[in-house]
């Protein structure tokens, strides 16, 4: 349409907030109602955007929500709505923090056991085109060496490798490939 939902963001802002932003793109973005929904979790929200499109929220964590871990990969889809479209996600909500050496998810100690990953496809003759078959038996074989995280060496894998990590209860560790230009004698 000419006037489209263009981003959005949601996550959880602490422990008890969800909190994120919509923006719409075209002539009809200002002043706009968008409605923002988590079926699952009985979250519907009309919001109204600024005169630059943006709409922003904070609204009560569920009681219901399930965070996101390894053990229980919990994803929700989260949809937004703008007259007759609507776009849609799944997501898990979690918190990750650094507190000194520690890494914690969800306000819990957590210890990374993970592999590095080339986008290659298993078998005799591997590629780099990577189908969803191909993407879930490779991260596979991370869980069954008991893996709770991947790095997805070296430069950023397809959005495939990323969203069947999050359904399989894999931490990403994802690389942009600014090594290439960096100096390091400075």
């Given at each position: 349409p000419e006037t489209y939902v263009h981003e959005w963001r949601i996550g959880l802002a602490d422990d008890n907030r969800?909190?994120?932003?919509?923006?719409?793109?075209?002539?009809?973005?200002?002043?706009?109602?968008?409605?923002?929904?988590?079926p699952e979790l009985g979250v519907e929200r009309r919001l109204r955007t600024t005169t630059k499109g943006e709409a922003t929220f904070d609204?009560?964590?569920?009681?219901e929500l399930q965070?996101?871990?390894p053990g229980d990969p919990r994803l929700y889809v989260v949809e937004f709505r703008y007259g007759a479209?609507?776009?849609?996600?799944?997501?898990?909500?979690?918190?990750?923090?650094?507190r000194?050496?520690?890494?914690?998810?969800?306000?819990?100690?957590?210890?990374?056991?993970?592999?590095?990953l080339h986008e290659e496809s298993l078998g005799s003759n591997p590629g780099r085109a990577m189908s969803w078959a191909a993407?879930?038996?490779l991260l596979?074989?991370?869980?069954?060496?008991?893996a709770n995280f991947v790095r997805l060496a070296h430069y950023p894998h397809?959005?495939?490798?990323?969203?069947?990590?999050?359904?399989?209860?894999?931490l990403v560790w994802s690389e942009i490939p600014v090594y290439w230009e960096m100096d390091y004698s400075d």
């Open positions: 969800l909190s994120g932003a919509v923006r719409l793109r075209g002539p009809a973005a200002g002043g706009a109602d968008v409605t923002l929904r988590i609204l009560a964590v569920p009681a965070r996101w871990s479209e609507r776009v849609e996600d799944r997501v898990g909500f979690r918190r990750i923090e650094a000194g050496p520690r890494i914690l998810l969800n306000g819990e100690p957590l210890i990374l056991r993970g592999i590095a993407a879930r038996a596979m074989e991370a869980k069954a060496l008991g397809s959005e495939t490798m990323t969203r069947l990590a999050d359904e399989l209860g894999l």
